[in-house]
């Protein structure tokens, strides 16, 4: 059990954490506004800064770290794969490849991978592989498939992936936008049912949303999608990026509904934490459409990602993250919960992933999460006024009792 901050690591000589901030604001362009930490190491589910201060690592990097920081197996799969070979492009093949794709096919039950980097880069894929399937195989008219999405969304930051966000920071000044996209809100099958008509190829939705704030669906919600896709010969693609990979205690979020997808995206946690490695999953009578020279990417499926990939696959096939999902995810969310009426106006979450409204009275997210980490707690917040907490699946009991002991001290001091 580790309680403490401030007690091990080693302080390590150079630049000041202000030093490295002011590096930053001036000469990193401004995207994002980061909390003023700066860590140097991390190993499970804590990080440590350049003070030699340790954090308890709440955030794992928005699920890419569900494995833990440093994690041994990950890291010896990557060590052993960087003396062998790290990348030939899909010009050649290469000794990872095809083992990474059959294994990840058979942990997620669909028959063809291809893989990618990025998430946004995978669900571009999914939106040209839904558009080809349109035309090839549903006989949409060229040019005038559409694919309805839902509002509240984050699917990445391309520019056709902004041109269905209804998020204005995301999208404003970015045009002129993609179009072929209908959004509907998120939840709501009639609005859904409404908008799929004959030139429909897909409806991508994630299962839970993650950056509006862990909306959890109402219970029959992806059910019903399932069976309206089915229906008009319409494809169901889940965004699984952030959901999927053990965090929301199964392997895919899509499980907790009884659903399977036509089209699965996964990112995120595939890379372990350690390089960008995503994919998207379908059968092969879906991605049969997509031939040589009609999609790719040089790193895709490179040696290095195909190698740490399938580590992930192989812890994920004990079933032991998600059992720890499952399990201390209740404890957190029951704990949490002990805390509406505290500062906190509503919980939402399922497995180890948790949506917190703060009562705005009190201040916004952002101030929490400043107030976390004074406590020796890194979390983020979300629209305003709501916190999201996503540890490492490696956090025990202990820490998340101390954790969510931290965030009831900080809110009492708010209040
Ligand atoms: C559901 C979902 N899809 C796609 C993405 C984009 O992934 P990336 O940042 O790797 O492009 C994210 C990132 O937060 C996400 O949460």
Known sequence: MILAINDTAPVPTGFSADAHIELAEQHAAQTYAPLPVVVSSARGSWVTDVDGTRYLDCLAAYSAVNFGHSNPEILAAAREQLEKVTLVSRAFHHDQFGPFCAELSTLVGKEVVLPMNTGAEAVETGIKLARKWGYEVKGVPDGQANIVVAGGNFHGRTTTIISFSDDDSARAGFGPYTPGFRTVPYGDIGAATAAVDEHTVAVLV??????????????????????????????????EIQSGLARTGTTLACEHFGVVPDVILLGKALGGGVVPVSAVLADADIMGVLRPGQHGSTFGGNALACAVGRSVVRMLS??????????????????????????????????????????????????????????????????????????????????????????????????
């Open 206 to 239: 994630e299962p839970i949303q993650g950056e509006a704030g862990v909306i959890v669906p109402p219970a029959d919600y992806l059910r019903r999608i399932r069976d309206l896709c089915t229906h008009h010969r319409v494809l169901f693609i889940a965004d």
């Open 318 to 415: 004990t079933g032991e993250f998600q059992e720890r999902a499952r399990v201390l995810g209740h404890h957190l969310q029951s704990r949490l919960r002990r805390l509406i009426g505290s500062g906190v106006t509503e919980v939402r979450g399922i497995g180890m992933w948790a949506g917190i409204d703060i009562d705005p009275s009190l201040g916004t997210g952002r101030t929490v999460c400043e107030g976390l980490m004074r406590h020796g707690v890194l979390a983020k917040d979300t629209h305003g006024s709501t916190l999201r907490l996503a540890p490492p699946l490696v956090i025990d009991q202990p820490e998340i009792d101390w954790a969510v002991d931290q965030l009831a001290a900080v809110l009492a001091e708010l209040g």
